[in-house]
């Protein structure tokens, strides 16, 4: 069985989120299956990973959109460095860019990028079994494969979407249709969605069967969509809920090359006290503090706007027993209160931007990981912490209440309910009373550290999904 999965990123070649982590380790895992052969296809970005590989240039043609007539190039990285094989498509002038998002014109490049996609399939009489579609981004192939003249070739394939953040649905004008490949006209219903173009709509609509990254987020999708609970209702018979896992020879706090200290479950407690050492004394921090951390983009979604008063209360109730340690960006208020609090607070420490290898070492030291999300369709981070023995303090939502279960009901985790500050500081609280107890605490990181995350299982989900 040959799969392709189709995103616009994929780590370590481009990351802005979870949608990376997911699309560079779940084609690895299921290479490993017998039989199964999965490969990505991704637009070209000016990134380190393009300059560091070798790619052979497999297909050079031209498409129409509108007036404007493109050149498409499908570069292949040559040695599968990866763990499979990685194709990037270039368009000169709209997927050449330095990053993923941002920019003014992305509906017509995310058409570009599925449009020429496609039409190198349909040159090179390459019919793969599965086209598998990941968020918005590449919504549009299902209609594209089943209704579009140009890929007539392709009719018939197998299309899977996944849904890895329904907050984002690519609404676009229909004026846009003019740069769409020639389809039925009679067929626009199956993309439209209140008047626009809805990519993410017509993923659900058209795709023979769809995915949420967790079954938590799949029940929350019925009754709070963005105005789709009506349409995921009405499909419901080829919904499924399938959680991510992670890739643990990335995230092995055993070899991380990123750590200052390793360590495993054994020696956990003694080796992680030393990077939390080493952290600190980088920061300014007090390392016999408990250290709460977040890592992530500032965004509503997340719960960031609650965490400059989280920092204030929190201080303030402990009489500044406790360290909190931030790392991320987005919003530029965020930003600007938490950089006001770092020079007022000698406990709480901010370093603003994506720093994958930073997350790692904060993985590595924290005590506690803040995920205050109003929204979390799956979440990876709190697995990445439990992982490294940091215990997850989280949301009871989405993919969060499947995977960290409250040690109240013997879990090794602490859950909130309701997003806002004053619950998120009484379960940092809560918190604090288990760090006061040496015997708990320790148990907590040991049974963190032995949940299984792995992509193997999850790997396996996908491919009988396929085979159905």
């Known amino acids: 069985m040959v799969i392709y999965h189709l995103s616009t990123e994929c780590y370590p070649v481009a990351k802005v989120g979870g949608l990376a982590d997911v699309v560079g380790a779940l084609p690895k ?3 490993k299956i017998k039989g199964i052969e999965a490969r990505v296809v991704m637009p070209w970005y000016n990134k380190p990973f393009i300059y560091d590989h070798e790619f052979d240039l497999v297909f050079d043609g031209f498409i129409h959109q509108g007036t404007n007539m493109l050149q498409v190039q499908v570069l292949k990285e040559k040695t599968d460095a990866l763990g499979f094989e990685l194709y990037m498509v270039r368009i000169p002038g709209l997927l050449d860019r330095d990053n993923p998002y941002g920019y003014q014109d992305e509906s017509f490049q995310f058409i570009a990028f599925q449009h020429g996609l496609l039409h190198w399939l349909c040159a090179m009489q390459i019919r793969p079994d599965v086209l598998h579609c990941h968020d918005y981004h590449t919504g549009l192939v299902p209609f594209m494969v089943e209704h579009c003249r140009e890929f007539e070739f392709l009719k018939g394939v197998k299309t899977i979407g996944t849904i890895h953040n329904g907050e984002y649905q690519g609404m676009m004008s229909w004026g846009m249709a003019h740069y ?3 389809f039925d006209s009679y067929k626009w219903g199956l993309m439209d969605w209140n008047g626009f173009i809805n990519p993410l709509a017509s993923m659900i609509k058209c795709a023979h069967a769809f995915t949420t990254v967790s079954e938590g987020y799949l029940e929350e999708l019925f009754i709070s969509f963005r105005g789709l609970e009506s349409l995921v209702r009405q499909e419901f018979g080829k919904a499924y809920g399938i959680i991510n896992g992670i890739d643990t020879e990335v995230w092995n706090p ?3 090359p990123m750590l200052d200290f390793n360590f495993n479950s054994k020696n956990a407690v003694a080796q992680k006290k030393k990077n939390k050492e080493q952290l600190c004394q980088e ?5 016999k503090l408990p250290l709460f951390a977040f890592i992530g983009r500032f965004a509503t979604e997340k719960g960031a706007d609650f965490l400059p008063d989280v920092v204030w209360k929190s201080i303030k109730q402990s009489y500044g027993a406790l ?4 790392l991320g960006s987005g919003n530029t208020y965020i930003e600007n209160k938490l950089k006001e609090y770092d020079y007022t607070y000698t406990n709480f420490a901010l370093d603003l931007g994506y720093k994958e290898h930073l997350s790692h070492k904060i993985y590595a030291s924290a005590d506690f990981l803040l995920m205050p999300s109003r929204v979390e369709p799956c979440g990876l981070n709190q697995m990445y912490s439990m992982r490294y023995g940091t215990v997850p303090v989280v949301r009871y939502t989405g993919g969060l209440r499947d995977t960290v279960e409250d040690i109240s009901t013997g879990g090794a985790g602490l859950n909130f309910t309701y997003p806002g500050v004053d619950d998120i500081v009484h379960a940092m609280n809560r918190a604090l009373g288990i760090y006061n107890q040496k015997g708990v605490m320790e148990d907590l990181i040991y049974a ?7 992509w193997e299982k999850s790997a396996e989900k996908y491919i009988a999904l396929y085979n159905s």
């Open 29 to 31: 895992y299921q290479n």
């Open 180 to 182: 769409m490949p020639s």
């Open 254 to 256: 055993e070899t991380d």
């Open 283 to 287: 920061y300014g921090l007090n390392p």
């Open 323 to 326: 360290n909190i340690m931030i």
């Open 448 to 454: 963190n550290m032995n949940f299984d995350f792995a």
